[in-house]
């Protein structure tokens, strides 16, 4: 069982504004990819497109 | 959970999990009141306080792990009731593993456990301090999917694409659906074989997965790429890479099946309100990476990013030259490996490598092969004890000392009591108190609407239906009673006296998601439910709450059960009437275009929930005042003899269809409460699709590309058209009140809106 990481305890504030300029509704797409940006830029868990990438070109990872 | 630190609100879904613990709670009153009525019997193994469940749970979880709902709910009830029967104590347990029957398609538990399971999830990782994360898996293009098989079936047929049963492209769908929602299992469950990993399929294409033990970051990133890995090789394997998306077939990046996931640590869910929506942001980012991988291609600001973001939190020595080097490198590299992907993808695709057998055939020999066999071992079910499982209940088969339309609870419970007494066995209070618990989730509830799932109205029906000729043979109908009662109803004897059902289907629940989120959604769903359909029927003169049962088939479709009739709080008889129908459903339209006029904000205000002012400025932005302003999401195509018009219906409209229950399940086996349902469903189906149309027609909808009004002038046929939708409409309510349904059908429109700034005139 791993263990939490400590260093992401909270959201960061940048998204968190992001999500509360767009208020409780569906993203758009745009708005959606901006969000999954933000993620990387934080460094919050999000699908690694280099990762998916490696893992389907290599296929010894299977 | 310490007491006092988190609320309920502060838990995602956490309204169910607090009724859900309340429901084991014996309150003081309650408690006063059974001893009173039993003084021999013990409840004291029976909590006294919402505080002493939460430590139960805790208890549990410590001792067992998480649990599946009803194995948590059984785990409680066998510490509650420590001196029954062991034969008791083991009915319970087999009811209780009866809930984990996994649904079909998926083998996932089914929707009933979606938001409980949840909230306990949510509950879970902020009272053990364990880590716990969920995954919310959304599929793509299921409607573009079906189509896809069924001009594949045609074309290998050699028919027309219409002459093949869409059931069957529908089966295929659901069979390369079934494999991806296995395999996702399957990735997990050998990447954390040590962890509890309960699936449920939350939506007819969503899907949430709770796993214990998963909460570092770096392991929840390398599990998303395996499992989008994983998913990908399927879709090509399948040969489902290519055929158009049903929604945007001029977009390649969204061609062909799929599925896109995000994971959640869910001990660092901060506002639980927009959780799911965020979520939905993320997954709605990923297909577009992922359609994009499809094709060759990346998109390069993410890898800049991604590329960025682990530079700058690394070696903070590097000189802002060798970081933008680095991440053109990243960048040069990914467009490589893009084309590789696509590549290597289209060499297992057999649309693409002449190796591989493809259509039908190919298809089902590959998934067959591909096929994991994890989700048989995620959790344990049982089915449910015989004695339960007998249907119909009603009629002659009633359980001995039921009365007539008695709710489906009763009869389980009078069931089992018979089945136990003809055992020698006695349950005393405190007993009949937790079996009567366990028996209420054999009826479950649509944790969205807050009504009957729909197999519970399946069942209902047939009982109701069979109980009717019982039901009326209680009346002397010489009596004044039952006479009064008749003629309150409209009917000239007992013989006229039927159930009836109705199928409610609301237009635009897709457009309230898009608008406010599953969340908010959520409360006008149970608004529709309570409110409008079972305030209507109140308002007809039904005594809505004893007599009728409402059901959530998905969506914005509901069906309802009306009892034949009943007595009423002064002891006097009521009989349900064609009257009385027609008058609920007139007046579930009129709640209906009530609802499009009130104001979204003090709407969520009044269902206690907090309108920020960012939500303010949100629905300002975006001009949704009423509920009038939804905008319907999907573009539908009007084909005039001046070409086709694409038009979209805003708001939120009602279409119901009425039939009285004639048949007896008991005499006519060929009929059945799911026939019965689904044909008013489809007619309810079949209103909603004349009523945009007609919508449209007269003007109340949006014309997407240009000035509503102008454009409707150009049409020769509008009233033609219109005229026979009306006629149509007519012919469909004929079974009911054939005299006066054309008429309503005129005024039908009545309560729509004023013109707006969407462009409906």
């Known amino acids: 069982m791993s263990e939490h990481n400590p260093a992401a305890a909270e959201q960061p504030a940048e998204i968190r504004a992001f999500l509360e300029a767009i208020g ?3 993203l758009t797409p745009e708005e959606a990819r901006q969000l999954n940006l933000l993620r990387l830029k934080h460094g919050l868990p999000a699908m690694s497109v280099t990762g998916v990438a490696a893992l389907l070109a290599d296929d010894e990872k299977e | 959970m310490q007491q006092g630190r988190v609320a309920w609100s502060d838990i995602l879904e956490g309204d169910e999990v607090e009724r859900f613990l309340k429901s084991f709670v014996l309150s003081g009153e309650e408690r006063k009141h059974l001893q009173q009525a039993h003084p021999q019997v013990d409840f004291s193994a029976l909590p006294a306080t919402l505080a002493q469940v939460q430590k139960d749970v ?55 456990h979606a938001y ?169 980012a990923n297909k577009q990476i992922l359609g994009l991988l499809r094709l ?147 009826t479950p509830e649509d944790p969205s609407a807050e009504v009957m799932m729909p197999q519970g109205m399946v069942k209902t029906i047939d009982n109701i239906a069979a109980d009717t000729k019982d039901f009326k043979a209680q009346f002397d109908p010489a009596s004044d009673a039952s006479q009064r009662a008749l003629a309150r109803a409209g009917l000239r004897d007992m013989a006229e006296i039927k159930p009836y059902g109705l199928g409610v289907s609301f237009h635009n629940l897709a457009g309230l998601n898009n608008a406010l989120g599953h969340h908010n959604a959520d409360l006008v769903l149970r608004h529709m439910a309570k409110h409008i359909i079972e305030g209507a029927l109140e308002y007809a003169g039904i005594p809505a709450r004893d007599s009728t049962a ?10 309802v059960l009306i009892h034949p009739g009943g007595v009423d709080e002064g002891g006097k008889p009521w009989f349900a009437s064609p009257v009385m129908v027609n008058r609920a459903r007139v007046e579930i339209r009129k709640r209906t275009a009530e609802l499009n006029n009130t104001n979204i904000a003090d709407f969520l205000l009044r269902k206690d929930i907090y309108v920020t002012a960012g939500m303010e400025q949100y629905f300002a932005d975006e001009g949704l005042k009423t509920f009038a302003d939804v905008e319907d999401p999907k573009t539908r195509v009007h084909l005039s003899d001046k070409g086709p018009v694409e038009y979209k219906v805003n708001g939120i409209h009602a279409a119901v ?59 020769g046929l509008a009233f033609n058209e219109a005229a026979r939708m009306i006629r149509h409409s007519a012919h469909m309510d004929r079974g009911l009140m054939p005299d006066q349904s054309a008429r309503r059908e005129k005024n039908r429109f009545r309560f729509q809106q004023p013109p707006d700034r969407r462009g409906r005139p």
């Open chain 2, 657 to 715: 269809s009425t039939s009285a229950m004639t048949f007896d399940p008991a005499g006519r086996p060929q009929m059945s409460g799911g026939a019965f349902i689904g044909r008013l469903r489809n007619e309810a189906d079949e209103k909603i699709e004349h009523m945009r149309a007609h919508l449209f027609l007269r003007g109340h909808a949006q014309i997407v590309d240009g000035n509503g009004p102008a454009v409707l002038q150009d049409y």
């Open chain 2, 296 to 442: 060759g291609r990346i998109d390069e600001e993410a890898v800049e990013t991604e590329a960025a973001g682990k530079l700058l939190r690394g070696d903070l020595n590097m000189s802002a030259e060798e970081i933008q080097r680095k991440i053109a490198d990243e960048v040069a590299e990914a467009k490589i490996l893009a084309e590789q992907v696509a590549q290597k993808l289209r060499y297992r695709n057999p649309a693409y490598n002449g190796a591989l057998t493809g259509g039908v055939k190919g298809f089902h020999a590959y998934v067959d092969s591909a096929m994991p066999k994890t989700n048989s071992m995620l959790f344990r079910y049982g089915e449910v004890p015989p004695v339960l499982a007998a249907h119909p209940m009603g009629g002659e088969n009633r359980p001995e000392g039921v009365a007539p339309l008695a709710a489906q609870e009763a009869r389980y419970m009078q069931a089992a009591l018979h089945h136990f007494a003809a055992q020698g066995i006695a349950l005393n209070a405190a007993q009949r108190h937790l079996l009567r618990l366990s028996i209420e989730g054999l």
């Open chain 2, 116 to 284: 409980l399971a949840t909230g306990l999830a949510h509950f879970y990782a902020l009272d053990s301090g364990m880590p716990m994360a969920m995954v919310e898996v959304d599929f793509s293009n299921m409607g573009g999917t079906n189509a896809y098989f069924r001009d594949l079936l045609a074309r290998e047929e050699g028919v027309l694409p219409e002459e093949v049963e869409p059931r069957r492209a529908e089966l295929m769908t659901d069979k390369a659906m079934r494999l991806l929602a296995a395999t996702i299992t399957d990735v997990i469950a050998k990447e954390l074989p040590e962890e509890r990993i309960i699936p449920i399929r939350t939506g007819g294409d969503e899907l949430r997965i709770l796993v214990t033990g998963l909460g570092d970051y770096d392991e929840i990133t390398t599990l998303t790429s395996k499992l989008h890995g994983a998913i990908e090789r399927h879709v090509a394997g399948m040969g489902l890479q290519d055929h158009k998306h049903a929604k945007a077939p001029d977009d390649p990046t969204r061609n062909g099946f799929g599925a896109a996931l995000h994971i959640q640590d869910m001990a660092m869910i901060e506002t639980p309100q927009t959780i799911i929506q965020e979520m939905d942001g993320v997954i709605s």
């Open chain 2, 550 to 559: 409402i059901a959530h088939h998905g969506g914005g479709n509901f069906s």
């Open chain 1, 24 to 26: 409780p509704r569906r």
């Open chain 2, 58 to 112: 805790s208890n549990i979880w410590r001792n067992k792990g998480f649990l599946t709902p009803a194995e948590l709910k059984n785990e409680l009830i066998q510490q509650y009731m420590p001196d029954a029967d062991p034969v008791v104590r083991d009915f319970v347990a087999g009811i209780e593993l009866s809930r984990n029957r996994p649904e079909a398609v998926t083998g996932y538990l089914p929707k009933e």
